[in-house]
């Protein structure tokens, strides 16, 4: 049919687009952190040599059996509950059959009808402050497949290779409702979502190790229409980044379609990043038919009451809720709130520190100031950090204490990450303290009002402010070693 091909119509003007409202909806797939899979016991791990943690179940060898794992229930009932889902008292395996060369056993053990949770919802809060809900229709539970490898060995121009190793890793499945209306608010949700997910325990959502996976549904509709558009999904997007552009692109791709005039197919489609274009990989004409039918080998899931209770009592508390205490008990602003639940080792981190200083909010400033600084420095997380969070908090405790001023922890900080010493054992060996003794301070107080008759007369006049200036020469003299309330105390009693 050469010469038949049409060529596609241009991607849309950012006028076009306007006419028109995007509607997505996500499918997030969540790798469960359980110790073992989700159906025997193999090692759910990532890593591995290849093709070593399988056994006969995993593998799909004919007679092997299913056994559900307890542990795998429960994060999943974690990961419900922190979306504000209904936990199902009775949910159905049901097998999903389809042939690829990574699924051995020829069918994909998933939840189809009767899935764990549904109904939940997750606010995101958009650039002007609004907070926006978005649905969760269903969370349902699943084996994952195998991994192929189509490039990277000497003769992979003729064979691919598989690894059986990831075959029955537990998966949740996240399916929101079509509720996004923009890529901003799709990157929000999945924000949302995986720091849910990461604050429970229930996955670490490393999407370098594939333990996140979205796709999205797209479509676009005229703006004011009530019906939806034929909606196109997007399948592996493996980065946030990704997500956003794919989504962009796609908005583009179907107001471009729909402006010259054509019609868009329904279909399932491939992001490359490469171009930052999305391509056609299958029809819905050839779309699989999965033939789901319930799970012979294993009796539906049941969850009691006492047993919802029980897990419900053991949920940690979420992003939303910490951000929250985090401005009402702390006094912080919501910005550093944000900043510091940005992951859940951060917020831990931080809690830590703020507790042993007796000061929250100077907690705040030098976990997201100098500390940050230092980590980012140095490459590392805050799980890496070398400053345990209780010495960071002395350090503080320090400085409100009286012992230190701000300028010789700052100088004191860079030495305990380097060495993962404790401040006062700096402080010792290298003679740092702030200087609090009168005699000594009372002197140089004295030079600094001699030397600056001008300032003096301003005070006296009524201009209090002035001691600030004073204070600061007090500072500089003693090359940041004053405690700046001993000097501003000894100030007030000699300028009257
Ligand atoms: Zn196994």
């Known amino acids: 049919m050469k010469g038949m091909a049409t060529a596609a119509p241009p991607l849309a003007t950012p006028e076009q687009i306007a006419l028109y409202e995007p509607v997505i909806g996500l499918e997030v797939h969540v790798q469960l952190g359980t110790r073992t899979k989700i159906f025997c016991a193999c090692?759910?791990?990532?890593?591995?040599?290849?093709?070593?943690?399988?056994?006969?179940?995993?593998?799909?060898?004919?007679?092997?059996?299913?056994?559900?794992?307890?542990?795998?229930?429960?994060?999943?009932?974690?990961?419900?509950?922190?979306?504000?889902?209904?936990?199902?008292?009775?949910?159905?395996?049901?097998?999903?059959?389809?042939?690829?060369?990574?699924l051995p056993k020829g069918y994909q053990i998933s939840q189809y009808d009767r899935p764990l949770a549904e109904h939940g919802w997750v606010e995101i809060e958009l650039p002007d402050g609004a907070v926006k809900r978005i649905g969760v229709t269903r969370l349902h539970m699943e084996d994952d497949a195998g991994k192929s490898t189509h490039d990277g060995y000497r003769d992979s121009s003729?064979?691919?290779?598989?690894?059986?190793?990831?075959?029955?890793?537990?998966?949740?499945?996240?399916?929101?409702?079509?509720?996004?209306?923009?890529?901003?608010?799709?990157?929000?949700?999945?924000?949302?979502?995986?720091?849910?997910?990461?604050?429970?325990?229930?996955?670490?959502?490393?999407?370098?190790?594939?333990?996140?996976?979205?796709?999205?549904?797209?479509?676009v509709r005229k703006r004011g229409a009530e019906k939806f558009g034929t909606k196109v999904e997007i399948k592996n997007l493996n980065s946030f980044r990704f997500l956003k552009q794919a989504i962009d692109f796609e908005i583009a791709r179907q107001v471009g379609v729909l402006e010259a005039g054509g019609a868009i197919a329904q279909e399932t489609r491939l992001y490359n990043p490469d171009v930052d274009e999305t391509f056609s990989m299958r029809?819905?004409?050839?779309?699989?038919?999965?033939?789901?039918?319930?799970?012979?080998?294993?009796?539906?899931?049941?969850?009691?009451?006492?047993?919802?209770?029980?897990?419900?009592?053991?949920?940690?508390?979420?992003?939303?809720?910490?951000?929250?205490?985090?401005?009402?008990?702390?006094?912080?602003?919501?910005?550093?709130?944000?900043?510091?639940?940005?992951?859940?080792?951060?917020?831990?981190?931080?809690?830590?520190?703020?507790?042993?200083s007796g000061d929250p909010r100077m907690a705040a400033h030098w976990v997201t100031g100098d500390l940050a600084a230092l980590l980012k420095a140095a490459g590392k997380e805050v799980e890496e950090c070398p400053v345990s969070p209780e010495r960071l908090g002395e350090l503080i405790a320090l400085i409100a204490g009286g012992e230190l001023t701000g300028k010789l922890a700052k100088e004191i900080l860079p030495k305990m990450f380097e060495t993962g010493e404790a401040a006062r054992a700096i402080m010792e060996r290298e003679g740092l303290k702030a200087m609090s003794d009168s005699g000594e301070l009372e002197k140089i107080v004295e030079g600094i009002i001699a030397a600056n008759p001008k300032q003096v007369e301003q005070y006296r006049a009524g201009k209090t402010s002035v001691i600030q200036f004073f204070v600061g020469q007090a500072m500089k003299a003693t090359r940041g070693q004053a405690n700046p309330a001993a000097v501003s105390e000894i100030l007030r009693q000699k300028l009257v």
Not at 56 to 69: E, K, Q, R, S, T
Not at 170 to 193: C, G, H, K, N, Q
């Open 158 to 219: 003729q064979y691919s290779y598989v690894d059986l190793n990831r075959t029955g890793s537990p998966l949740a499945e996240i399916v929101s409702e079509p509720d996004m209306r923009s890529s901003d608010e799709a990157f929000l949700y999945l924000t949302e979502l995986k720091l849910a997910m990461q604050f429970t325990g229930v996955s670490n959502c490393d999407m370098e190790k594939g333990n996140l996976r979205c796709d999205a549904n797209v479509s």
């Open 283 to 356: 029809s819905k004409e050839e779309a699989h038919d999965y033939r789901y039918f319930p799970e012979p080998d294993l009796v539906p899931l049941a969850v009691s009451g006492e047993w919802l209770a029980r897990v419900k009592a053991s949920m940690p508390e979420l992003p939303a809720g910490r951000r929250k205490r985090f401005v009402s008990e702390h006094g912080l602003r919501e910005y550093d709130a944000q900043v510091l639940t940005a992951t859940r080792a951060l917020a831990d981190y931080y809690e830590v520190a703020a507790k042993a």
């Open 43 to 102: 090692p759910n791990e990532f890593g591995a040599a290849p093709n070593t943690n399988v056994c006969p179940v995993c593998l799909g060898l004919p007679g092997a059996l299913p056994v559900l794992n307890q542990q795998a229930v429960e994060l999943a009932m974690q990961a419900s509950l922190a979306l504000h889902c209904e936990v199902r008292g009775q949910s159905v395996f049901a097998r999903k059959n389809y042939f690829y060369p990574d």
